[in-house]
Each structure stands twice: as C-alpha cells, then as structure tokens.
C-alpha cells in the first residue's frame, strides 16, 4: 500500500504493509535512525516520535495512521542538533548510555509544545512512559525544567 506523510518537514510516499509499525518506515525503510527500538510494546518510551505533534510510541503504531499527516523524529526537532532540550542534555550531563535519550527528548519537546512552563507533577507525567535504565530521571527533569525556564525569560524553544 502506498501511504504519503511529511517526516521532518519533508513529503515521503512509501510502498509498505499498512500495518507496519511507523518505527520500521522510519528507520529501515527512511533511515532516520535515531529513533530507537526498545521492547516492541510500547512500555519503554525509547521510540517516541511526534505524529501531529503529539508524542506516540512507533513501535506499536502502524504506519496507516500517519497517512497524510506530519511525523517528527529526534532527527526533524534541529538541522544541527540544537533544539534548546538538546543543548540542555549535553549542558547537564543527562545521558549515560544514551539509549532512551531520543524518546526522552521527543517526550519532553511533546509536553513543552503544549505546556510551556510546565509544573514538576507535569514533567512527570509527560515523562512517565520514558524509562531510563541509568536512572538519570532528576537530571532529565532538571534538563526539562532549564528550558521552561529559558522560554519565560524569553530564550528560544522550537
């Protein structure tokens, strides 16, 4: 089935089972690699992209759904990697291993987009899908938390 979408601010047409998880277009039929493979059941957050917006976990999504609509990875938040949560996870050492980062991210710029300035109970929430097998919750959150921050004294936040 022929299915047409924008990802990252680009018109893509794939020819693939409808029923194929937005997470395998993405990345072994589009290779935007960034956005990863955790469980495969939408419990660990690591495959969070923005479909409209609004942070959906690909791995269990099928591709049909995002017909004629606008798809985000980690890759389409910056051209160069600096969407201001991107800076702040370098700033204040938030990876470790890294592996859950680009779903963290998706989720926090998911949750900004739509809450500015967000209450901690807010980060939480938006965040609580996303595991992180480090354990670096607190500085996510802080890293969450500084660019709220910067956006009320009128930094920018795409």
């Not at 759904?65 to 990697?81: F, M, P, Q, V, Y």
């Not at 969407?83 to 710029?109: E, N, T, Y």
């Not at 929430?125 to 802080?142: F, P, S, V, W």
């Amino acid at each position: 089935m022929t299915i047409k979408f924008s990802l990252n601010d680009k018109a893509h047409e794939v020819n693939v089972p409808e029923d194929m998880p937005i997470l395998w277009v993405v990345r072994d039929v589009l290779g935007h690699t960034g956005t990863k493979y955790g469980c495969g059941a939408a419990l660990c957050g690591a495959c969070t992209v923005h479909l409209d917006g609004e942070a959906i976990r690909s791995c269990v999504t099928p591709i049909s759904a995002a017909a004629g609509r606008k798809l985000t990875t980690i890759e389409g938040l910056s051209d160069n990697g600096h969407h201001p949560l991107q800076v702040a996870w370098v700033d204040m050492k938030v990876p470790q291993c890294g592996f859950c980062q680009a779903g963290q991210i998706m989720s926090a710029a998911a949750l900004l987009q739509r809450t500015s300035h967000p209450t901690d109970g807010e980060i939480d929430e938006a965040l609580a899908g996303n595991l992180c097998r480090c354990g670096t919750y607190n500085r996510i959150k802080d890293a969450v938390k500084h660019v709220a921050a910067a956006k009320r004294q009128g930094g920018s936040s795409k």
